[in-house]
């Protein structure tokens, strides 16, 4: 526990002064040499502890419990669009749009620019948010929302990460994707909204 001897019998003897009763019995030296074992005060102090502890993980939990935050990033060049194939689960050997989890204190702009050029080699540029995605059940893994941008290439070539392989598809020869990047890509394939125009 990274404590001396002294400073965790130090602890001990101020936890017996606060129960008022011993809670861990010792034996000295002999041949068998020494050893320490709880009292049954000891034992219902270490039982009840572990309840509560639980008790207090579990609320703690339900209280703080909050969604995890991801990116994903659509490229496309001509008749093709970049996906990676995952190497691990959820959703293993399955293709899907390269991009991963928000680290603390990164923005997402940052973050779908940065996990998809780990993920494919590529550096790349916003183009425009396609949307945001919530859906609970969304990924298998717990509740998470991702926000999906389109990007355009700056530069880089195309290579594999420790988790994914990237690879061009053919826009018309589509698998089916992983989690719900197959709305993420309808999304994007729709056609512009056309601005309404402002009358005189």
Known sequence: MGMSYRHA???????EEICGEKIVKSARGGSERGQSDLTAAGERLLT?????????????EEAFRKP???TDGV??????????RRK???FKGRYALPGGYVEYGERVEDCVVREFQEETGFRV??????????DPERDPRGHTVTV???????????????????????????????FDHDAILADYLKPAKKKRKVPD
Do not use: C
Not at 9 to 15: A, V
Not at 48 to 60: D, G, M, N
Not at 75 to 84: G, M, P, T, Y
């Open 88 to 90: 691990q689960e959820p």
């Open 148 to 178: 999906a941008y389109s990007l355009t290439m700056q530069g880089g070539a195309l290579k594999d990460s420790d988790e994914t392989h990237a690879e061009w598809v053919r826009l018309g020869n589509l698998p089916r994707l992983a």
């Open 68 to 70: 995890s935050l991801t």
């Open 48 to 60: 009840e502890f572990e309840s509560k502890y639980s008790a207090l993980e579990t609320a703690y």
């Open 125 to 134: 540029a916003i183009d425009r948010l396609i949307g945001v995605y919530s």
């Open 9 to 15: 019998w130090g602890i001990i003897n101020r936890m």
């Open 75 to 84: 490229l496309v060049a001509a008749d093709k669009i970049l996906l990676v």
